[in-house]
């Protein structure tokens, strides 16, 4: 029997586990937090941090695996390509891995390469970035350079914040570096990101989607996703062109790639972020509802070395994402969906029961959960995410004694 080794074990990583098994494939998983559901579904699993990539080549060569992959893992995806590199296994290039999971690289490769990008600067000083940022055009946008789901990221737009910014950038960069850029203005109402899928080195897959945001609670924060795109005929060719030819010139040869990027008022393709795996907050889920297809799977095979061929086509619209989430820390009273937007939903998945204590959305991580629409009309779609905050209410009180 095949096997293959997974790293990451968390609630959003089991299905890949599953898949793995479904495929009739062993399965061996690496996670450093001792109470991960994936090992409750994998064959094998050791306690070992996805990011000691010594430690997980040392698993790789113990179990002999014939596969590895990092599903929907930035921190994880550079191990996974270094161990595969290591043992002659089916993976994309680790310099180019590598380049996708450090912003600062990123942007440098963008630079060199003549792809459009703000200007940016990374440090590992905190006085060095400040120092930057107080000479720098505001607004500028303070980040990790190998967080996701914007951890850690301020957008500065006085200089008073700016130290508060870097601190907290600071606090979430496991490599203790962070960059500081400019911020792109759009064009559109929305950024675009989603996921896209590459096989022998071509896009096969376009799943862009309009990244919501909640700007009460956090402007960086997504939370959630929208299909089709808002996009004119010409920013979407001048989108496509962007990612194949990154994609051609890291020489990415398989699997989804998680991306967001932003076109400006001169029809100019900024690049934000581009993660070599599956985007969370289920959106592979929500591809799957769109296209027709089991994008997990998908990435397993690729990880495999098999040509993938997902289904031809634009999508089917009109489908969205909401993350659940609170604008407070407290504890959590009720979740309340409106009458008008209920026969619109297709799935509900929750984390949270009420009595639970929820954190303010700060970051993906603190979600309640995830829902899933379809619409009649892109007017309806628009018009109910616009106001997705009433229609769905989440009741938080204060912790007693808080």
Known sequence: MKKMLLLGGSAQQVVAIETAKRLGLYTVLCDYLPDNPGQYHADRFYLTST????AVLRVAREEAVDYVIAYASDPAAPTAAFVAERLGLPTNPLEAVEILCNKDRFRDFLRDHGFSTPAARGFGDPEEALAYGETAELPVIV????????KGATVVRDRASLPGAVD???????????VVETFVEKKHPYLIGGDIFVSDGRVVQWGLMNCHRDSTVNPLVPVGKSYPPLLEDADLRAVKDTLQRLVTKLGIRFGPMN???????????YPIDIGPRSGGNMIPDLLGMIFGCDVVEMSVRAAMGEPVAPPAGEGR??????????DRDGVLRSIRFSPEIEPFIVRKNIYHQPGDPVRRFTNASFALGIVFFRFDSAE?????????NDLIRIEVTEEQGA
């Open 51 to 54: 990011t000691d990539r010594e």
């Open 143 to 150: 980040k990790p350079v190998d967080s996701s789901g914007s």
């Open 168 to 178: 907290f950038a600071f606090s979430f960069s496991r490599s203790r570096r962070i």
């Open 259 to 269: 991306v967001e990027l932003v076109a400006d008022a001169k029809g100019r393709v």
């Open 317 to 326: 619209p009109y489908f969205a994402t909401h993350n659940l989430h609170a």
């Open 380 to 388: 309806r779609m628009h018009g109910m995410l616009q106001r997705i």
